[in-house]
């Protein structure tokens, strides 16, 4: 058992196959930083590129 996001490049390969689908778990990623920090715009930029990141593709 594993999530979509750990085994995308196998799937997409053919490596790997998920026979029954994917079934939503509850989990969830989570960026957390000082407040301080949040708000400079490296941090900012970072974010944005993470949550790109993180999409589904």
Do not use: N
Request: glycine content about 8%.
């Amino acid at each position: 058992m594993a999530s979509r996001l750990m085994v995308g490049d196998e799937l997409a390969s053919g490596q790997l196959v998920a026979p029954y689908g994917f079934v939503p778990d509850g989990s969830a990623y989570v960026l957390l930083c000082p407040q301080v920090l949040a708000e400079t715009e490296k941090v900012q930029r970072f974010i944005e590129w993470v949550t790109e990141q993180a999409k589904p593709r």
